[in-house]
C-alpha cells in the first residue's frame, strides 16, 4: 500500500537548513507527484512545494527564495532544504502523494523546532 | 499565488445544517478540495474535485461550487464535526490552502 515517511532532525538552530527527508513505498516516484506541506503549530496548513513525476518542481513563492526540493528515484527518497530557517518555521512537516490532483496519502509527518 | 479566503469560526447547534465558504481570488474550475483536521490530529480529506464524496465520509458532507466560489455544507451537523476546516485548490500552481474554518458545535 502507498506510506510516506518523513525523517530529520527535530531540533534546527536559527539560520541554519533544514534537510528532510520523504521516503515512499507503493508506489513509483516516476509516476506520481510528491507535495510537502507544513503546519505552524496552532495555525493553518502551508503547502510549500511539489517534486512531480517528471522531475519538475513548483514552490510556494513566499517560500521559493529559501527552498529546495529534489529526489532520488533509486532509493524512493524526496528531499526537502530549506534555509535560512527562522523561529516561525517550527511546525510539523508533511510530505504527501497526490491522488485526484490533492494531497491524498500523507506521512506521520515530523515536527521541526527552530530554536537555539 | 490564488488566495483562498475562509470564514474564522463558525457555531452552530447539533442537527444543523451549516455550510462553510472558500472564495478563491481567481478561477480554480472545480479543482478545489476540502479537509477536515481535528486537534492533534492529521487533516483528513472530505471532499474531492469540488463535489465528489471521499470513500468512508458521511453523506452529511457535500460540497459545490465552481470557478471562484466553493461551499461545504454539514447537513446535519453532529457533536463530533467539531474540527476545523480547510479548502484547498490544485487549479493554478503552486497549490495553495485556505486558513480555515474553526467550527464549534454548541
Known amino acids: 500500500q502507498v506510506q510516506l515517511k518523513e525523517s530529520g532532525p527535530g531540533l534546527v538552530q536559527p539560520s541554519q537548513t533544514l534537510s528532510l527527508t520523504c521516503t515512499v513505498s507503493?508506489?513509483?516516484?516516476?509516476?506520481?507527484?510528491v507535495h510537502w506541506v507544513r503546519q505552524p503549530p496552532g495555525k493553518g496548513l502551508e503547502w510549500m512545494g511539489r517534486?512531480?513525476?517528471?522531475?519538475?518542481?513548483s514552490y510556494n513563492s513566499a517560500l521559493k527564495s529559501r527552498l529546495s526540493i529534489s529526489r532520488d528515484t533509486s532509493k524512493n527518497q524526496v528531499f526537502l532544504k530549506m534555509n535560512s530557517l527562522q523561529t516561525d518555521d517550527t511546525g510539523t512537516y508533511y510530505c504527501?502523494?497526490?491522488?485526484?490532483?490533492?494531497?491524498?496519502?500523507w506521512g506521520q509527518g515530523v515536527m521541526v523546532t527552530v530554536s537555539s | 499565488d490564488t488566495v483562498l479566503t475562509q470564514s474564522p469560526a463558525l457555531a452552530v447547534s447539533p442537527g444543523e445544517r451549516v455550510t462553510i465558504s472558500c472564495r478563491a481570488s481567481?478561477?480554480?474550475?472545480?479543482?478545489m478540495h476540502w479537509y477536515q483536521q481535528k486537534p492533534g490530529q492529521q487533516p483528513t480529506l472530505l471532499i474531492y474535485?469540488?463535489?465528489n464524496l471521499e470513500s468512508g465520509v458521511p453523506a452529511r458532507f457535500s460540497g459545490s461550487g465552481s470557478g471562484t466560489d466553493f461551499t461545504l455544507t454539514i447537513d446535519p451537523v453532529e457533536a463530533d464535526d467539531t474540527a476545523t476546516y480547510y479548502c484547498?485548490?490544485?487549479?493554478?500552481?503552486?497549490?495553495?490552502f485556505g486558513s480555515g474554518t474553526k467550527l464549534e458545535i454548541k
Open positions: 504527501t502523494r497526490d491522488r485526484y490532483t490533492t494531497d491524498y496519502y
Open positions: 507503493g508506489f513509483s516516484l516516476t509516476s506520481y507527484n
Open positions: 517534486m512531480r513525476y517528471n522531475g519538475d518542481t
Open positions: 481567481e478561477s480554480v474550475s472545480t479543482l
Open positions: 474535485l469540488a463535489s
Open positions: 484547498q485548490q490544485s487549479w493554478n500552481d503552486p497549490l495553495t
